[in-house]
């Protein structure tokens, strides 16, 4: 059988068994090579979900932030070799947000076959859950640091919303969530409506749709919890 290389979706939270299908969690239980965002995540993660081998004998290759784009066709030897590989995010799904999508274009590029696993989308759930446009929405990553540019962009993509009638989604680092909100509420109008999706999947799971002006008038801290951000332009 031709090696694939396989894109494993992780949990957001809690236990792989309640996030993950049978049947993806049985395909990489067959796996013994991965690419992988953080090796001490990632064997938390493979012993988990019962790795019929001592985790020991897995062979975990590093991919992340850092990689620099010539050292990732090198991660691609287990294909050459004929043996599957599997790719590991973080949280949710690799390659989205991520640097994965850089061994998936370069696997693509060598003529490998390329299969996403069915997992859990913090954008897709997220988008799901809050009511806005679902026919027309882009994820717009992670917006600019600094002040002055994170307050254009947003009034750039507040503006795209409205002429577009689309939902525009983003994230931040969990540090920075509260920094984030805090500029949305002073950018945008009153009117446009902005939802805040926190700990998917979690137990403490919260999920709040109002216009910017509602927020205003009872603004909360969202503290370090993951937090998607959609927002639609009235």
Request: hydrophobic share 45%.
């Amino acid at each position: 059988m031709p090696a694939i290389l396989y894109v494993v979706p992780t949990p957001l939270g809690g236990s792989p068994a309640d996030a993950l299908p049978p049947p993806t969690l049985q395909t990489i239980r067959l796996l013994d090579n991965f690419v992988v965002e953080n090796e001490k995540s990632a064997r938390a993660f493979l012993a988990a979900i019962g790795m019929p081998r001592p985790l020991r004998e897995l062979r975990l290759n590093r991919l992340d932030e850092h990689t620099p784009p010539r050292d990732i066709d090198a991660l691609l030897a287990p294909l050459r070799e004929g043996r599957s590989l599997g790719l590991l995010s973080e949280a949710g799904c690799p390659a989205i947000a991520d640097p994965g999508a850089g061994l998936v274009a370069a696997a693509h590029d060598a003529g490998f076959r390329v299969a996403p696993l069915v997992g859990p989308s913090a954008i897709l759930l997220a988008l799901m859950a809050s009511g806005l446009e679902g026919q027309r929405f882009a994820f717009c990553g992670y917006l600019p640091r600094e002040a002055p540019a994170r307050l254009r962009r947003i009034r750039e993509l507040e503006q795209r919303s409205r002429t577009e009638r689309e939902t525009e989604i983003f994230i931040e680092t969990p540090y920075r969530n509260d920094v984030l909100l805090s500029a949305l509420l002073s950018a945008c109008t009153a009117s446009t409506r902005l939802c805040l999706a926190t700990d998917l999947t979690l137990p403490d799971q919260s999920i709040a749709l109002r216009s910017v002006g509602h927020w205003r008038r009872a603004p909360q801290a969202i503290g370090r919890r993951p937090t998607v951000f959609l927002m639609l332009a009235g």
